[in-house]
Every structure is written in C-alpha cells, then in structure tokens.
C-alpha cells in the first residue's frame, strides 16, 4: 500500500502543477488556441523521456521513484483527455485549420520534446 500511497500524493501534486501552469499561461495569452495544454503536453513528453532514460541507464532513478514519477506526478500533470475535448471542440465549432494544426503541433512537438528528454538523460549520464 505504501507504493500506491506515494503516486497518489505525486499525482496530486502534479495535478496542481498542471493547474498553476495551466491558469497562469491563460492569463497571458488567452483563449484563442489552447495553448496551456500544448505547454503542459510538450513538457510531460520532455520530462517523462527523461525520467525513463535516466532510470534506463543508472541507478540514480529506482523503479520505485521511476513508477511514482511517472505514473503519479506526469500522469497527474499530463493532459491528454484535455488535448482530445479541446481538439473536438475546435472540430466542432468549424474551426478545422486550428483543430488540425492543434493536433499536429502535438504530436509532433510531444515526439521532439520526449525524444530531447532521452538525448538530455543520454548527455547527462
């Protein structure tokens, strides 16, 4: 039970983290395209590729913070249900161009941001 404890409290906490982002980039760039889970996807990709080469190649992350970080704190922080209720709304109000580029943007730019989170773990290690 102690494990399940633990990504519990990571998860909240990077459900927090993903609130504070989240509302403060709304502040400043405003609703027009949903930038704030760009960001937040984009950084979980980074930071989730890192973690998981990092704890592929030395033991300075163990399985056990390795689950919890994952599952528990990006699980939290990462947004997908959001990227796929925004990419529909988008879709939805005719906005076709804005929906396509959103996805595209996404996932190409959540491939570049994991794949820089391994090259940057590799560098590190």
């Given amino acids: 039970m102690p494990r399940l404890?633990?990504?519990?409290?990571?998860?909240a906490v990077g459900t927090g983290a993903r609130y504070l982002l989240s509302t403060s980039m709304q502040r400043a760039v405003?609703?027009?395209f949903p930038w704030p889970t760009f960001a937040v996807n984009l950084i979980g990709s980074f930071l989730l590729g890192a973690l998981m080469e990092a704890g592929a190649r030395s033991d300075l992350v163990t399985p056990a913070l390795r689950v919890t970080l994952a599952t528990g704190l990006l699980g939290g922080f990462t947004t997908y249900s959001s990227f796929n209720y925004e990419t529909l709304h988008l879709f939805r109000d005719g906005r076709w161009a804005a929906g396509a580029s959103y996805v595209a943007l996404t996932v190409a730019g959540c491939l570049a941001a994991g794949g820089l989170g391994i090259a940057a773990a590799k560098l590190s290690l």
Avoid at 5 to 11: S, T, V
């Fill in 5 to 11: 404890l633990w990504i519990c409290l990571a998860g």
């Fill in 30 to 32: 405003g609703p027009g």
